[in-house]
């Protein structure tokens, strides 16, 4: 009869701890509840959509890059820069009829098959500064008491020791005459020249397809 107790105690006991566990559930339960969405982890955090800032903006990407690029080209020729300031718009001649379509079925014809041969439009500085970098590249291979390059590797070395940045290709011998088309980086534009006879120095914009190159092509 004495030890009967001791269940009831070991009973007791165990009820006890029960209460505590729900308790303890109980407690953990309002906490999750009570920081809102901010509260959960592990697979909830997970799910949350992206935020809008995480996707990289490539269009402000590129603007910073040209940017940049166009910063470097300023540094580099203050002299052009200053020429180019105030440039103001070049007369473009007018072309076709007066709602843009060519004049003939013929000259439609034409430019659909040359299309690939179109260049992109300048701006007004970009025209200067395209410009100013031709003739600074033909006095400098051609000008009077110079010897113009005779061989690949020498025009790229006297391109490069002239500041620009010549990549492979873009010097090449063509019709048995020496010649580049290249970027001029931070100006929009290309320039373009041959060495033989007759030789001469040109700025354009880039061709349509890419490049400062003529396109072959068509059909």
Do not use: W
């Not at 592990?42 to 949350?48: D, T």
């Not at 903006?57 to 180019?84: G, L």
């Not at 005779?150 to 020791?161: F, I, M, P, Q, V």
């Not at 020496?178 to 030789?199: H, K, N, Q």
Request: charged share 20%.
């Amino acid at each position: 009869m004495i030890r009967r107790p001791a269940p009831l105690a070991s009973a007791a006991a165990a009820l006890t701890a029960g209460l505590l566990v729900l308790t303890a559930c109980g407690t953990t339960r309002t906490t999750a509840g009570s920081d809102g969405a901010g509260g959960g982890s592990g697979s909830g955090s997970a799910s949350a959509p992206a935020s809008p800032s995480a996707t990289p903006d490539y269009v402000a990407a590129a603007k910073a890059s040209a940017a940049a690029a166009e910063q470097r080209h300023n540094r580099q020729f203050p002299d052009i820069v200053a020429r180019c300031k105030n440039a103001a718009p070049s007369p473009t001649a007018s072309k076709g009829t007066g709602d843009g379509r060519p004049l003939d079925p013929e000259a439609a014809k034409y430019a659909e098959n040359h299309a690939f041969k179109k260049k992109r439009e300048l701006s007004p500085e970009a025209q200067c500064t395209g410009r100013a970098h031709a003739t600074r590249i033909a006095d400098a291979l051609t000008g009077a008491g110079k010897t113009a390059p005779a061989g690949e590797a020498e025009l790229r070395t006297s391109l490069e020791k002239l500041g620009y940045r010549v990549a492979e290709g873009e010097v090449f011998r063509s019709g048995g005459a020496l010649g580049f088309a290249f970027f001029v980086e931070g100006t929009g534009a290309c320039v373009t020249g041959r060495l033989g006879t007759p030789s001469g120095v040109e700025a354009h914009g880039p061709y349509m397809e890419g490049g400062c190159q003529e396109p072959r092509g068509g059909h």
